[in-house]
């Protein structure tokens, strides 16, 4: 357990328990004000993020911040952006189980020092792991799920949505309905 970023950081950019470690180019750790009442959670790392070592940096990442901004959300202010594994799965493959396994105590101790009010899942991937083990993105996104005094909601990852462009009003749906959730259950994301 942690008591603060810089040794949690310092030890996860270390990190060498699953073999992603030895493809990567650099550990994506993740963005954000560690003051932040909001995270997000994606799934890993892709080409882009793994050469800049920054989540959602490509074309995905530049839709991500489109969708931000909508809702006065901004990555270097009032938010926090992290994935279930810090390290680029070969060709963008999904993280296996065992390597999200590894990862998974890195974005706990990550939750555990941010203490959210609420995470948003961007994907399958993360709600599957982070709501529930069924978790249905077209059937359940936008829906807030409370756990342990956390609010979840899962919605399209954004690579989806390039894929899936007739999916976007619905993805704004949910962006409208987390800045709902936010300003009634938060104090200072919108200050
Ligand atoms: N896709 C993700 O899930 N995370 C990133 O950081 C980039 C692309």
Known sequence: ??????????????????????????????????????????????????????????????????????????????????????????????????????????LREQTRLLRPKIIVCLGRISAQRLISKDFKVTKQHGEFVEKGGIFFMGTFHPAALLRNPNQKPDALEDFLALRKKILEICDHTYE
């Open 1 to 106: 357990m942690y008591d603060n970023w810089e040794a949690l950081k310092t030890d996860c950019m270390e990190c060498r328990k699953c073999s992603l470690c030895e493809t990567r180019t650099n550990l994506v750790f993740g963005v954000g004000s560690e003051n932040s009442e909001v995270m997000f959670v994606g799934e890993g790392p892709g080409e882009n993020e793994d050469l800049q070592g920054e989540p959602f940096v490509g074309r995905g990442g530049k839709l991500l911040d489109k969708y931000l901004e909508a809702i006065e959300l901004d990555r270097r202010k009032n938010i926090y952006i992290a994935n279930m594994v810090k390290c680029r799965p070969p060709k963008n493959r999904d993280p296996l189980p065992e390597e999200q396994d590894e990862c998974i105590g890195w």
